[in-house]
């Protein structure tokens, strides 16, 4: 291990026994976990009709593609039902009874991703004749109403030990069907183990902690989606190979094979639209591309049900028309998004900074509370007002706060969810002046705590400064560097990339422009030439690229004072030859 790599884990904590602990994948079973086997057991015998009822989000759409999978792989009479947003996250008797109206021979509801707190919705089911098992993890809510459901699988059960209960909804699902396939039906643990490749996704989707058996996990998901992916021929992947030949020999379903057919030209696509540049695929992916594209429908109120048919759809062409849909969705998104924070920052915002106003559609309150909380480091909720002067929204926060333990039984608040993320409720404006007051309170109490675990700059520093650990680096060492923390991935909450700071005089620095323009098929420009950003330090040769920061180039030309950045490390390899180079994530001062 080199000075450098030394220095960093030496900072970072990262020594041999952590490292050890946060890799280690084993876990108890979740609670009541024999009874739902038993009762999925008993449901198979006797060819009861089960359908899938999943929430919409990229976790709800990936559980909902591990259970219908997973259970129609395992031989069950199963259907899947595709959740229409405008119901909301809850299970609605609205939602319900549309289920029975697309599904009228169903006997047994089994949820994913949702349903622990939907009392009404479930309590309407069980009145209609209808069992139900939840599996979900959301965390349940004290109430003197027990939910009418057979069983429930939840790590945030109230009653629950779960020593790490921050895994995702398709994963308490997956832990339900490989319990079932090893129980039961053996032979298929092969094929059901890789339903992990959704899994995996759902995990980095929903933002869960990259810790214990959630890397293993994202670690197998990836490996999977590699094995599916091949950037010279989709069509001769390893992984689409072998399942044309499971399809040839009738050893998995078709429901099975457009699953994983989808995700490969899923990421065809991508690949094609240039979001995909290299065949090693990172979890990167699934949190800036895939899992904000699935999203996207409800964010811009189009049709929802278009992530579905990505995975569901048995013909290769509908499923291209699918993913087609939902890359256009994004696209729209992220213009839709950018017009509705800026006209948030310009609209006056009584309960600012941790209340905010929007006209924005539901769908997209989440998105423009995850930008301003990730801008000002504060726990934010964005709301729009509903019926009768009431107020509906969501609230992101940072590391160490607890949103829904704070607004936990204060009268005209409601908050669901997790305790970073969830959907918040006041019944009038003058709740929402309490609701503010709330989250600064929280807010105070995190700074005062000094025992986060995801500071904002634990890594090195490098280039033009006294503090600098290394003013002139290596690049070998800063190669070998690399390959030390790339050895360590996955990253994301709870156990993050490495950022560095770096530090240029401007007068030795090279400044660059990259990209070219793009255009749609009608000709129209869609992005500039020239977004893109190279710097190049003349004192120490280290190559820094700036995504998307044009508008920062005369600033950084016309600077007399050091630059500075966080950025992560990486290579380029060009030509046969492999260089380090830092990717920027925004500029100190």
């Not at 309150?365 to 929204?393: E, H, M, T, W, Y």
């Not at 918040?424 to 700074?447: K, P, Q």
């Not at 005062?448 to 290394?470: K, V």
């Not at 700071?501 to 422009?513: F, G, N, Q, S, T």
Request: proline share 6%; aromatic share 8%; hydrophobic share 40%.
């Amino acid at each position: 291990m080199t000075t450098l790599t030394r220095t960093l884990f030496d900072r970072l904590g990262w020594t041999e026994d952590y490292l050890a602990e946060i890799n280690d994948p084993a876990h108890p079973d979740l609670r009541d976990l024999d009874l739902m086997i038993e009762t999925l057991h008993q449901l198979h015998q006797d060819r009861t009709r089960i359908v899938v009822m999943p929430d919409f989000d990229t976790d709800g759409v990936t559980s909902g593609v591990v259970a219908y999978v997973g259970l129609a792989q395992l031989g069950f009479n199963v259907e899947v039902y595709v959740p229409d947003y405008r119901f909301g996250h809850d299970i609605m008797p609205e939602a319900v009874a549309d289920l029975i109206v697309k599904h009228p021979d169903v006997k047994v509801i089994l949820t994913t991703d949702a349903g622990t707190n939907s009392h009404a919705g479930i309590g309407f089911a069980a009145q209609c004749g209808l069992r139900v098992l939840v599996t979900d993890h959301h965390q349940q809510l004290p109430s003197d109403e027990p939910l009418a459901a057979e069983v429930i699988i939840n790590p945030y059960r109230l009653d629950e030990t779960y020593p790490h209960p921050g895994i995702c909804g398709a994963h308490v699902i997956f832990q339900v069907i490989q319990a079932y396939t090893q129980r039961y039906q053996p032979a298929q643990a092969p094929v059901i183990n890789r339903l992990a490749l959704f899994a995996g996704l759902g995990t980095v989707a929903d933002v869960m902690p990259l810790l214990y058996e959630n890397r293993d996990l994202v670690r197998r998901s990836l490996s999977l989606a590699r094995l599916l992916f091949d950037p010279k021929d989709h069509w001769h992947s390893a992984l689409y190979e072998t399942i044309v030949h499971e399809r040839a020999q009738g050893a998995i379903t078709p429901a099975y094979f457009n699953a994983f057919a989808g995700f490969g030209q899923l990421l065809r696509a991508l690949h094609e639209q240039g979001s995909i540049r290299d065949a090693y695929l990172r979890e990167d992916l699934y949190g800036f591309f895939i899992a904000p594209a699935i999203n996207s429908a409800r964010r811009i109120l189009s049709d929802g049900a278009n992530a579905f048919r990505c995975f569901f759809l048995g013909t290769e062409s509908g499923r291209a028309a699918a993913i087609r849909a939902v890359l256009d969705d994004n696209t729209q998104r992220k213009t839709l998004s950018a017009e509705f924070l800026a006209k948030l920052r310009q609209d006056p915002q009584p309960y600012a900074p941790y209340v905010w106003i929007s006209d924005a559609p539901g769908g997209m309150l989440g998105l423009l509370a995850s930008n301003i909380s990730r801008d000002l480091d504060v726990p934010v909720a964005v709301l729009r007002q509903a019926k009768k002067g009431s107020f509906s929204g969501s609230a992101r926060a940072p590391i160490g706060v607890d949103i829904i333990t704070g607004l936990a039984e204060q009268p005209g608040l409601r908050a669901v969810g997790h305790a970073q993320a969830c959907g918040v409720a006041a019944d009038s404006e003058d709740h929402l002046a309490l609701m503010a007051d709330i989250l600064c309170a929280l807010d105070v109490r995190r700074s005062a705590d000094q025992t986060s675990t995801e500071a904002p700059f634990p890594g090195l520093i490098l280039g033009d400064s006294d503090e600098a650990d290394d003013r002139t680096p290596d690049p070998e060492e800063l190669i070998n560097l690399v390959d030390h923390i790339a050895s360590l991935s996955p990253f994301g909450h709870g156990f993050p990339e490495p950022l560095h700071k770096i530090v240029l005089d401007p007068a030795r620095v090279l400044v660059l422009e990259l990209g070219q323009a793009t255009y749609d098929d009608n000709g129209n420009e869609i992005t500039p030439a020239g977004r893109h950003t190279k710097l190049v330090s003349l004192n120490s040769g280290l190559q820094l690229l700036w995504w998307n920061s044009a508008d920062e180039r005369d600033a950084i030309k016309t600077a007399d004072k050091p630059l500075t950045f966080l950025a992560n490390l990486g290579v380029n390899t060009f030509r046969g030859s492999t260089k380090p180079q830092a990717i920027i994530q925004s500029r100190l001062g």
